[in-house]
Each structure stands twice: as structure tokens, then as C-alpha cells.
């Protein structure tokens, strides 16, 4: 088994040509934003497409999320394709995809300007970023086990399919996806902990919250998520152990339903309790 890559900027039409460089190039699989296709067919792992914020697309994409990289990299062995071509936006981001998967070097990288003409890819921007049109290179009928929602076919027409309706789109297929690449996306951490001090004192039983704070976990350049501390003045008669889980689980959820991001450890300490007179 050997790897080739495809790169090129987002919305520049890498996908929308993956098929006919897999071809050209004899690969029997392909790696796109966080899928394993092989022979026109999805196998493994669950694309970046799906996710409802850019940071947890990049994030699928790459292949850092919990079990995502483990999946596939099983699938991978157990299909064993001859060639597999990695679609990705840098070679710094193909060679990181190569790596989570276990896969050989990659011995050839093709980027988009060599068989993509500028006005082809202008085109390709214009409906990523305009119309929020993406295309998976496996037929609609394998979409439909693994995308609900809208599908957009090449006239422009959106209707929503039921899960026993299935429509043909030729060889490509574009969905839409939940969130925007509109710009990029930087999230403050006093945005964070705003998210944290509201969810905490949403709880009947705290008091007052103090001493939060907000680390990531940094592997490199790479954020990979979050560790969370806070003290908090909780009222008496409750049993803390089972208020405190409930508090981690609620601030866990709250913080990676708003963001995205990972979060790997809670930490709250009791600071004291609080008798209402």
C-alpha cells in the first residue's frame, strides 16, 4: 500500500476532481475530510461536513477527535486498499493526516493548480463560500446512510430527502453543511468562562462561583482541548459528590455543545458552604 495527496486551499475543488485523480492515479481509496471511501464506497469514520462548528470540522478532518483516527486506521487494514489518495489543504495537513492514520510516507503530493485552471477555481470558491455547497466524491446512495439534511443538486434546487428516498446525482454529490467557512473563528478564553460561570450558577445549589480558569492542552502548535478549575460556595444539605459529577457533566456539555472544543477534565473544589438564614 502506498499514499498520494491532493492539496489545494479550502473550496478550490479538490473534491469535486478526487475521483478523476484516484483514477488517473490508480487509487482505490481516498481520505476526505475525515471519511474512508473505497471503490466509490464510505467504510469508515465520519466527515468533517457533518460537524456543527469549523473548529470540530478541522478537528474531524484531521483526525485528533477521540477513536476517530483508531477507526478508520482499523478500517484501512482490514480493506487493505492498493493506493490511498489524501485530499487535504496543505501538505503540512496531508503528512499530519498520514501520521494519525499510521499510513507509509506519502510519496507523491498534487496540488490543485497543477490540474485546475484559476477560473475553475474561483468557481469551486464561489460555491463554497457563497452557497455553502460541498461535494463528497462517493455516489448519493452511499450519502444517505451517513448525511441527513439538505442535498443540493447541480441546478440549485434544495429539498429535503426522508431516510426512504434516495436521489442520483451522477457521480458527486453536494451537501450542505450545519456551520459556515466564513472567515476564521477565534474564541476567547473570557468566552469560555463565561460559558462555565453561567452553567455553574444555573444550579440551584451554587452560591457563587470563584477562581476559574481555562488551560488548554498544547501538543506542539496544536490546541487538543481544554482542562477546567473553579471553586464553588455551595448551599448546605446537599450531597456534594453527586452535585459536583452533575456539575462537571453540565459544564463539560455546555462548553463543547458551544464551541466545539474538547474538554478533558472538570475540576470544581468546595469552597464552603452556605447556611441561609
Same mark, same amino acid.
Not at 176 to 196: E, H, Q, T
Not at 232 to 247: E, R
Given at each position: 500500500?502506498?499514499?498520494?495527496?491532493?492539496?489545494?486551499?479550502?473550496?478550490?475543488?479538490?473534491?469535486?476532481?478526487?475521483l478523476?485523480?484516484?483514477?488517473k492515479?490508480?487509487?482505490?481509496a481516498?481520505?476526505?475530510?475525515?471519511?474512508?471511501?473505497?471503490?466509490?464506497?464510505?467504510i469508515?469514520?465520519?466527515?468533517?461536513?457533518?460537524?456543527k462548528?469549523?473548529?470540530?470540522?478541522?478537528?474531524?478532518?484531521?483526525?485528533?477527535?477521540?477513536?476517530?483516527?483508531?477507526?478508520?486506521?482499523?478500517?484501512?487494514?482490514?480493506? $487493505?486498499?492498493h493506493?490511498?489518495?489524501?485530499?487535504?489543504?496543505?501538505?503540512?495537513?496531508? $503528512?499530519?493526516?498520514?501520521?494519525?492514520?499510521?499510513?507509509?510516507?506519502?510519496?507523491?503530493?498534487i496540488?490543485?493548480?497543477?490540474?485546475?485552471?484559476?477560473?475553475?477555481?474561483?468557481?469551486?470558491?464561489?460555491?463554497?463560500?457563497?452557497?455553502?455547497?460541498?461535494?463528497?466524491?462517493?455516489?448519493?446512495?452511499?450519502?444517505?446512510?451517513?448525511?441527513?439534511?439538505?442535498?443540493i443538486?447541480?441546478?440549485?434546487?434544495?429539498?429535503?430527502?426522508?431516510?426512504?428516498?434516495r436521489?442520483?446525482?451522477?457521480?458527486?454529490?453536494?451537501?450542505?453543511?450545519?456551520?459556515?467557512?466564513?472567515?476564521?473563528?477565534?474564541?476567547?478564553?473570557?468566552?469560555?468562562?463565561?460559558?462555565v460561570?453561567?452553567?455553574?450558577?444555573?444550579?440551584?445549589?451554587?452560591?457563587?462561583?470563584h477562581?476559574l480558569?481555562?488551560?488548554?492542552?498544547?501538543?506542539?502548535?496544536?490546541?487538543?482541548?481544554?482542562?477546567?478549575?473553579?471553586?464553588?460556595?455551595?448551599?448546605?444539605?446537599?450531597?456534594?459528590?453527586t452535585?459536583?459529577?452533575?456539575?462537571?457533566?453540565?459544564?463539560r456539555?455546555?462548553?463543547?455543545?458551544?464551541?466545539?472544543?474538547?474538554?478533558?477534565?472538570?475540576?470544581?473544589?468546595?469552597?464552603?458552604?452556605?447556611?441561609?438564614?
Amino acid at each position: 500500500m502506498d499514499v498520494i495527496a491532493l492539496v489545494g486551499p479550502s473550496g478550490t475543488g479538490k473534491s469535486h476532481r478526487a475521483l478523476i485523480v484516484a483514477h488517473k492515479h490508480h487509487a482505490d481509496a481516498i481520505i476526505d475530510d475525515g471519511i474512508l471511501i473505497k471503490n466509490g464506497k464510505i467504510i469508515a469514520g465520519k466527515s468533517a461536513k457533518k460537524e456543527k462548528s469549523r473548529i470540530m470540522a478541522v478537528r474531524r478532518a484531521i483526525f485528533i477527535l477521540p477513536g476517530h483516527a483508531e477507526e478508520v486506521a482499523a478500517a484501512i487494514q482490514r480493506v $487493505q486498499p492498493h493506493r490511498i489518495l489524501v485530499l487535504g489543504t496543505s501538505e503540512n495537513m496531508v $503528512q499530519k493526516i498520514a501520521k494519525a492514520l499510521g499510513l507509509p510516507p506519502i510519496a507523491r503530493i498534487i496540488h490543485i493548480e497543477d490540474i485546475a485552471t484559476q477560473a475553475e477555481m474561483e468557481k469551486a470558491r464561489y460555491y463554497r463560500l457563497k452557497r455553502g455547497q460541498h461535494i463528497i466524491p462517493v455516489p448519493t446512495i452511499e450519502l444517505k446512510p451517513h448525511f441527513s439534511g439538505y442535498l443540493i443538486d447541480p441546478l440549485q434546487t434544495i429539498f429535503k430527502r426522508s431516510r426512504t428516498r434516495r436521489r442520483r446525482l451522477g457521480e458527486k454529490s453536494i451537501v450542505r453543511p450545519v456551520f459556515s467557512y466564513y472567515g476564521k473563528l477565534i474564541i476567547d478564553d473570557s468566552c469560555l468562562k463565561a460559558i462555565v460561570d453561567d452553567t455553574m450558577r444555573k444550579s440551584p445549589a451554587v452560591e457563587s462561583v470563584h477562581n476559574l480558569v481555562v488551560r488548554h492542552i498544547m501538543v506542539g502548535e496544536e490546541d487538543q482541548g481544554l482542562r477546567i478549575t473553579a471553586s464553588v460556595v455551595l448551599g448546605y444539605g446537599n450531597h456534594i459528590p453527586t452535585l459536583l459529577s452533575q456539575l462537571q457533566r453540565q459544564v463539560r456539555e455546555a462548553v463543547e455543545y458551544m464551541t466545539g472544543m474538547i474538554v478533558h477534565e472538570v475540576s470544581i473544589t468546595v469552597k464552603t458552604l452556605y447556611v441561609k438564614g
